[in-house]
């Protein structure tokens, strides 16, 4: 019995040690997983494998088919994929087909208004919106066209002619923004149809009709103050689309709206206390499929309209159908009883699974990274409930290192979640990667705090006007409660964050009475009041801080702009922090940064700048990634 005990503990040894965690090198070489969409004839999904290239600083791509069913991926080639999947942009009568594309609008360039003056480089606007996310406005826009299909040299037409408006929108919009009537007669797209300063302080988009045959074109809701967006028909043609209520609240709640028989507007999730990300209707007409955020995680939700006559009043029959510790991140399809959708959580990146909506079961379709993943001893993550200071239960993530022993203490990070209204859920991603850090030896502590879907709307919304508030207060319950357990190194706490997270981090920098030994802020909001002078979406600002800081009786605004502003705590910070900055960040521009810099190093504290030029909000060239991962675990190294 000994000899055979004495075995098992060896090779659980040889295993252990066998075993290898997760790098920055090895994170920035796996596959990352996007599917195009089920076949044609039904059997396979075609999806695509885009790879990071560090010597070459761009991803390269390669396509596959795999069957429904399950089984080996085949690759493609990628032009293979336009005759494998059924075009959207081709009409349903298949005589037309849509496409996107810049056109010049408007004169905003010195050389515009004084040709002969063809090198100069001079800008000229009359409003705002003079530079959106991380490009400026050159007075070109995105417009929609239509063109004959198949082999006609005839031009394509402009549906937007002359409008300075953007169809798709800007920054992120696609050809998700725009689609055929199933007849055939009619385009129906996305626009927010206002100009310099109206744009920059409104969230107002609109569905618009264009009608081929007269060529005139309708705003189909026009009474709808706040977003209308990602456009779909029923299968018997009823429109269905995404719609948030306020104009200006980006964050606003979500609701499937469907114009049904053509006539009345009926919300179907107006009752539900969330907010949708996506949806798809199945094939029958019968059910809607959607996601959204619950409880620190991304699920799969069901409306069934079979059984219920939809009238205003009558709220659709709602069901969760998915609840476990991952993140459905798209639906791709359906096939048959089984639902295509893409998956991941805080250790696998995504891949394509299908769901049995009758058996309740998993298949895993792609395996594009379970080699690497195979080889890697991955962390564990926890769910916890924090009492908050309002009496409130609060969902904290806790990531622990691979091989983790509880006898044994670990530095630990508090991450702070940007938005900052947002979900922190079972995401993998290529910078904040949970799995990475926790891989280097440090345990993660990832609060839900207030501004967070998937805890009701009520929560979600308690950070707008409260920056400074009751969310740090979250924060700090969330890292004091997990620094109760013995393996908590609470001399060796580290603050990070970005975005309205690294606005965190700058904020309890000046609030912490000495929790945490080392903060690092990535793009935050150093200072509100040059924040709202120079982030070109104003809208966010104005509903978020509640006004303009001018606005001397707007009790909301002053508390925003001189409360909740971390400029106002610089004289009690003492700790080391490292500040990340991309130059072509206009929503937070780089000023943010330069301030906090200068800050630091003029009080003496340690301090390092890390500026990527030609990054925007987001690091996305490989190398560039590359070197924030080693310069994020060298400070951490160095202060922690």
Same mark, same amino acid.
């Not at 494998?84 to 087909?97: M, R, T, W």
């Given at each position: 019995m000994k000899k055979i005990l004495l075995l098992i503990i060896i090779t659980m040894s040889i295993t252990t040690s066998a075993q290898q965690i997760l790098s920055p090198e090895a994170l920035w070489k796996l596959g990352r997983v996007s599917a195009i969409g089920i076949s044609k004839d039904g059997k396979s999904i075609v999806y695509k494998v885009a790879t990071p290239s560090l010597e070459e600083n761009k991803s390269n791509s390669k396509f596959y088919? *795999?069957?429904?069913? &399950? &089984? #080996?991926?085949?690759? *493609? %080639?990628? #032009? $293979?994929? =336009? +005759? /494998?999947?059924? $075009? =959207? #942009?081709?009409?349903? +009568? !298949? =005589?037309? *087909? /849509?496409s996107s594309q810049e056109v010049k609008t408007e004169n905003v360039l010195g050389k515009d208004f004084y040709p002969e003056l063809d090198k100069s480089e001079a800008q000229i606007y009359d409003g705002l919106d003079y530079r959106h996310w991380d490009t400026w406005n050159n007075g070109t826009h995105n417009h929609v066209f239509y063109a004959i299909n198949k082999g006609s040299k005839a031009t394509p037409i402009d549906i937007m002619k002359g409008e300075p408006f953007d169809s798709p929108q800007k920054p992120f919009g696609g050809d998700e923004d725009y689609i055929w009537s199933p007849n055939s007669k009619s385009i129906i797209y996305v626009c927010k149809k206002k100009f310099g300063t109206a744009y920059a302080i409104s969230t107002n988009t609109d569905l618009y009709e264009f009608d081929i045959e007269t060529k005139t074109t309708k705003n189909l809701t026009e009474n709808n103050p706040g977003y209308d967006t990602n456009p @779909?028909?029923?299968?018997? &043609? $009823? /429109?269905?689309w995404l719609q948030m209520k306020r104009d200006g609240y980006e964050a606003d709640k979500n609701d499937i709206i469907v114009r049904w028989k053509g006539e009345a507007n009926i919300n179907l999730t107006a009752s539900w206390d969330g907010s949708v990300e996506s949806f798809k209707w199945s094939p029958d007409g019968n059910k809607i499929y959607f996601i959204a955020a619950f409880d620190g995680t991304l699920q799969l939700f069901e409306i069934d309209l079979k059984n219920i006559t939809i009238r205003a009043g009558i709220a659709a029959n709602i069901k969760q159908l998915t609840n476990d510790d991952f993140d459905i991140r798209a639906i791709v399809d359906l096939s048959g009883d089984n639902i295509i959708v893409s998956r991941t959580d805080m250790n696998h990146a995504d891949e394509i699974y299908s769901y049995n909506l009758k058996k309740k079961t998993w298949l895993q379709l792609t395996k594009t990274n379970d080699e690497t993943y195979s080889k890697l001893a991955l962390p564990k993550f926890e769910r916890r409930y924090v009492t908050t200071t309002d009496g409130k239960k609060m969902l904290v993530w806790v990531i622990l290192p691979p091989n983790f022993e509880k006898t044994k203490k670990y530095p630990t990070l508090l991450y702070c979640q940007g938005g900052p209204q947002s979900p922190l859920t079972q995401f993998y991603s290529f910078r904040w990667n949970f799995s990475l850090m926790a891989s280097q030896g440090y345990v993660v502590v990832a609060p839900n705090r207030r501004g967070m879907y998937g805890h009701g709307q009520a929560w979600n919304e308690q950070i707008s006007k409260d920056? !400074? !508030? %009751?969310?740090? +207060? $979250?924060y700090l319950s969330a890292i004091d409660d997990v620094s109760k357990e013995s393996y908590v190194d609470k001399s060796r706490l580290g603050c990070i964050g970005a975005s309205y997270g690294g606005y965190s981090v700058y904020y309890l920098a000046g609030i912490h009475n000495n929790r945490f030994k080392t903060f690092i802020s990535h793009d935050g909001v150093f200072n509100t009041q040059s924040m709202f002078g120079t982030t070109e979406e104003v809208f966010f600002n104005n509903w978020d801080f509640g006004g303009a800081y001018w606005e001397k009786d707007n009790l909301a605004a002053q508390k925003a702009y001189n409360q909740f502003n971390p400029i106002n705590f610089v004289d009690k910070w003492n700790t080391p922090i490292l500040i990340i900055q991309g130059g072509k960040d206009y929503r937070v521009c780089i000023g943010q940064a330069q301030e906090a810099f %200068? @800050? @630091? %190093? /003029?009080? &003496? *504290? =340690?301090s390092r700048f890390l500026y990527f030029p030609e990054e925007n909000h987001w690091v996305l060239k490989p190398q560039n990634g590359m070197v924030w991962q080693r310069e994020f675990y060298k400070w951490l190294k160095e202060t922690l």
């Open positions: 088919t *795999i069957p429904v069913t &399950g &089984g #080996n991926a085949v690759e *493609i %080639q990628e #032009n $293979d994929t =336009k +005759d /494998l999947v059924v $075009d =959207k #942009n081709i009409s349903p +009568d !298949g =005589k037309y *087909i /849509l @779909a028909f029923s299968p018997s &043609g $009823d /429109l269905t920056w !400074g !508030g %009751q969310v740090m +207060d $979250d %200068q @800050a @630091a %190093q /003029l009080r &003496g *504290i =340690k």
